[in-house]
C-alpha cells in the first residue's frame, strides 16, 4: 500500500539544496509525486508531496529533517490521504491589481470561496507607484471552478467586487 507525506521546507536560499532533498528522499525510497519551488529574496522555500511504502515514508521523515539541519533549514512534514490530481477541466485565470490596502486578498479569497472555486496557484506582487507614491498590487491565481457554475455569473459579481474595492481585474477561461 501507497503512503504519502507533505514536506515543506524553509531557509536561506543557496546552491545544492534541491540536491541534496532529492537524494535524501531517493535513498528513502521515496517517489516526488509533486512540487512547488520559490525564492523570496534571499529565502528558498519548498513544498512536496512524497509517496512511498510505509517503510520508506518513515525512512523520510527520520532522514529529511536531518539533512535540513545540516543545511540550516526548517522542515515540517504531514502524512497525507490519497494525492488527488487537480480538476483541470474548468481552470480560469485571475488577475487583479490596484492600490495594495490590508484586507483586499481576504475579500478576493472569500468570494471566491463562496463559489466553491479552488485556487491552485497564487502570486502577488507589491510595488510602489514611482508618480503617485502609493503601495500597488498586481496578483495572478490559477484556479478549478466547479462544474455547474456559470462563468459569466462569476466574472459579473467578480467585476462589482473589484468596483467596491477600486481594483481592476478579470476572469477568464484557460485552455
Request: some cysteine; aromatic content about 4%; hydrophobic content about 40%.
Amino acid at each position: 500500500m501507497k503512503h504519502q507525506l507533505i514536506v515543506t521546507i524553509l531557509g536561506s536560499d543557496r546552491v545544492g539544496i534541491l540536491s541534496a532533498l532529492a537524494s535524501a528522499v531517493s535513498e528513502a525510497g521515496c517517489n516526488i509525486l509533486d512540487s512547488r519551488q520559490a525564492i523570496y529574496g534571499q529565502d528558498f522555500s519548498l513544498t512536496m508531496i512524497l509517496e512511498g511504502t510505509q517503510s520508506s515514508i518513515t525512512k523520510a521523515e527520520l532522514k529529511l529533517p536531518m539533512v535540513c539541519q545540516q543545511l540550516d533549514l526548517l522542515s515540517m512534514m504531514k502524512r497525507t490521504q490519497k494525492h488527488s490530481k487537480q480538476n483541470l477541466k474548468h481552470m480560469v485565470d485571475i488577475k487583479l491589481s490596484g492600490v495594495d490596502t490590508v484586507g483586499v486578498m481576504q475579500k478576493v479569497t472569500s468570494f471566491l470561496a463562496q463559489f466553491d472555486i479552488a485556487v491552485n496557484a497564487f502570486r502577488q506582487k507589491t510595488y510602489t507607484n514611482k508618480e503617485t507614491q502609493q503601495e500597488m498590487m498586481q496578483c495572478k491565481m490559477v484556479a478549478s471552478v466547479p462544474d455547474g457554475i456559470e462563468l459569466t455569473d462569476v466574472n459579473l459579481a467578480f467585476q462589482t467586487l473589484l468596483d467596491a474595492l477600486g481594483l481592476q481585474g478579470q476572469i477568464s477561461e484557460k485552455y
